[in-house]
């Protein structure tokens, strides 16, 4: 099993970028001494629920940092991106990351965020769909053309630099739905399973609908690994760590207002309130990667019996402490990684 780490970049007490960023930094630093594969930063807009708007220049700082670790976007929101400029981005970060970039591609879901940006959610399936064929033509073709619905490119058009991971990077897609999951397998994604708060049913589910669509596919892609995001607090006691419980709720019900475009955000203040149908403490409590060392190896090898070899772990969420985060990278690392080593 491998483990990685994810960046939302929220800030529920309002904090100022200068500090969301430093703390984001220093944890960056600690994923890469203490062995995790991959950092993955989230794009969003407008509201305290993530501060990165642009992935690509976090990623860049990091990347100057570090020797080793990975990173990627999850996700980039397509819809609401130029491919051409999207294009040129991405390849300018392959090569300031020295080819350790990932991209992580997706429709999003919150509706103030196109509506912003000039956008509409009933267009993303079909922005999304174009925007990956022109990316695609862009990363294959030099002198192309393109004419589309929504963009066009009438004169011939190279795309330089070249990325160094030729033809480009890996392409993860965050998925949810099952029809997502096939997609994934059939062009050659990676999947990015994008619900922290999934049962472990549920992702069992989504695994082997992504491994049996790819079974029938020709030949996989190396990168066309399934990737499973949660929420992660590792405490000498299980006691200890559910005093995060509540805490981790946040994410959750800001992300479902946001989703359902409720108006939760005053001043870039996102609130957090509970919505019909979630679950109640107790079984949220039983989505979460929460505990002593003891109790997270545990869990964890439930996640690796039904099939999952990579666990995206969102250990900074909410309200967080920056000694309790680091606190908790830390034991992860010395006292659960090697169980899976």
Not at 255 to 267: F, I, M, T
Request: a negative charge.
């Amino acid at each position: 099993m491998r483990f990685e780490t994810f960046h939302l970049l929220s800030t529920p007490e309002m904090e100022s970028g200068t500090d969301v960023y430093r703390h984001t930094m220093d944890q960056i630093r600690l994923a890469e001494s203490a062995g995790f594969e991959t950092s993955w930063f989230a794009e969003h807009h407008f509201s305290n629920y993530g501060l990165c708007p642009n992935p690509f220049l976090p990623i860049v700082k990091a990347a100057a940092m570090t020797e080793r670790i990975r990173f990627g976007q999850a996700i980039t929101v397509l819809p609401i991106w130029h491919p051409i400029r999207l294009v040129e981005d991405i390849n300018v970060t392959d090569v300031l990351c020295d080819g350790r970039l990932n991209v992580g591609i997706g429709r999003g879901y919150q509706p103030a965020e196109f509506e912003a940006l000039g956008a509409t959610m009933d267009e993303s399936r079909a922005r999304f769909d174009e925007a990956v064929e022109l990316m695609t033509t862009a990363w294959s073709e030099d002198d192309f053309t393109f004419e589309g619905r929504y963009w066009t490119v009438p004169n011939p058009l190279t795309i330089l630099p070249k990325p160094v991971q030729a033809p480009h990077p890996p392409l993860f897609i965050a998925a949810t739905s099952p029809s997502t999951y096939v997609r994934a397998a059939e062009e050659g994604y990676g999947v990015l399973s994008s619900g922290a708060g999934l049962t472990l049913d549920q992702v069992g589910e989504a695994f082997t609908r992504f491994t049996t669509a790819l079974e029938g596919t020709d030949e996989p892609s190396p990168n066309q690994e399934f990737h499973s995001l949660r929420f992660v607090h590792v405490a000498t006691t299980d006691e200890e760590a559910a005093r995060y419980l509540a805490t981790s709720r946040w994410n959750g019900r800001v992300a479902a207002a946001l989703r359902h475009g409720d108006d939760c955000v005053k001043n870039g203040r996102a609130t957090a309130v509970s919505t019909p149908g979630e679950p109640e403490d107790d079984e949220w409590a039983k989505r979460l990667v929460f505990g002593s060392p003891e109790t997270v190896i545990e869990i964890l090898k439930s996640l690796e019996q039904v099939g999952i070899s990579h666990v995206i772990c969102h250990f900074d969420f909410s309200s967080m402490r920056q000694a309790d985060i680091l606190a908790s990278m830390e034991r992860f690392a010395e006292d659960v990684m090697p169980a899976f080593a």
